[in-house]
């Protein structure tokens, strides 16, 4: 099984401002990158403990960069099969390696995609997943919206959507908040205050159930959206 998909250099419909932008903030951060998240992307490791994908199943990572998560799930999950897209090529590199160097290039294939307009038939010749996973993507994404909408329709029956990201920190003290907030800013992430709210307007509409927390004191939000095995069931 390939590892990168032959469809990655494809002319296909990638915005080439975020894949441009994005290689900029990441061409050399993308060295050091896991080095630092640890401290401070918080709840990743929850998000990969609460998969339990049955064998055989497949999970998808929209915004995968450098991997990271994709090596850990596979390393804790081995009879099932990963995927991720990410729409910087410099992260996609840093993804390739870190797989190839865990001898993981049968059981996690990467491609370049956008998390709205990506074809998994196309790049992974799937139609859908049995579990989507994306962890601090959405609040560097401007249609955040589009892509958890996209993320259902590419869900099998029955399938999970697990999301992490950061919160609004509203447990915590009032000058750790405004530091935090206007650090982010300088990397052009926005928390998502109305997460909640839209995964349970989604949740209702498609008949799913919803899980929904936000640990560390406000720091991050944790969701876990179940999807009905029949479409539009109670």
């Not at 990572?61 to 995927?83: K, M």
């Amino acid at each position: 099984m390939s590892l990168y998909s032959p469809e990655l250099d494809a002319d296909a419909a990638w915005p080439d401002e975020a894949t441009s932008r994005m290689n900029r903030m990441y061409r050399r951060q993308r060295h050091i990158y896991d080095g630092t998240r640890r401290y401070y992307l918080l709840g990743r490791d929850r998000l990969i403990s609460g998969l339990q994908p049955a064998s055989g199943s497949n999970v998808l990572e929209i915004g995968c960069g450098t991997g990271r998560n994709l090596v850990l799930a596979a390393g804790l999950y081995p009879d099932a099969r990963f995927f991720g897209i990410d729409v910087s090529t410099e992260m996609l590199t840093s993804a390739i390696s870190a797989i190839s160097r865990r001898g993981l290039t049968g059981r996690i294939r990467v491609a370049h995609g956008d998390g709205i307009a990506f074809d998994p038939q196309l790049l992974f010749g799937l139609p859908c997943f049995d579990h989507v996973m994306i962890s601090y993507s959405l609040s560097m994404i401007p249609d955040w919206r589009g892509v958890l909408q996209a993320a259902t329709r590419r869900l099998a029956p029955g399938g999970r959507l697990h999301v992490v990201d950061f919160g609004n920190q509203e447990r915590l003290p009032s000058i750790a908040r405004a530091l935090l907030l206007q650090w982010l800013r300088i990397f052009d992430v926005t928390p998502r205050d109305d997460l909640e709210a839209m995964l349970a307007a989604m949740a209702k509409s498609n008949g799913a159930r919803l899980r929904f927390d936000r640990p560390f004191r406000g720091y991050a939000q944790y969701a876990v959206m179940t999807l009905p095995r029949e479409p539009n069931a109670p």
